[in-house]
């Protein structure tokens, strides 16, 4: 008889916003996959993010590397959301010539 035994236990909590958050910290999945998918070690991930524990960046990734599609369209949902909002902020406030408009404000003053 074999014993099977799962260590990888991770902790998800989506927000208001439909961010998923890694444990009891405020650093959302997206950060630890884009930091993976870079190059990063859990351990430096870790040292970029030390609210993280070393445990919880090792079941992210392991999440990620058993729900590969499953991420990958949360991440395409999150990318579509931002292009979203960066275009509604864009068209409220529009980014052209802001540069202008800050100097003569400098020189305003």
Do not use: C
Request: glycine share 4%; aromatic share 8%; no cysteine.
């Amino acid at each position: 008889m074999s014993v099977i035994v799962s260590t990888s236990e991770l902790r998800l909590e989506k927000d208001d916003a439909g961010v998923l958050r890694v444990g009891n910290t405020r650093i959302p999945l997206d950060t630890i996959i884009f930091a993976f998918n870079e190059g990063a070690t859990p351990e430096e991930i870790v040292w970029r993010y030390p609210t993280l524990s070393l445990v919880e960046v090792y079941a992210a990734i392991s999440y990620y590397l058993q729900n590969r599609e499953e991420v990958k369209a949360y991440l395409k949902e999150r990318e579509e959301k931002h292009a979203e909002i960066k275009a509604e902020a864009e068209k409220r406030f529009s980014p052209k010539g802001i540069r202008e408009r800050l100097l003569a404000r400098q020189n305003n003053k």
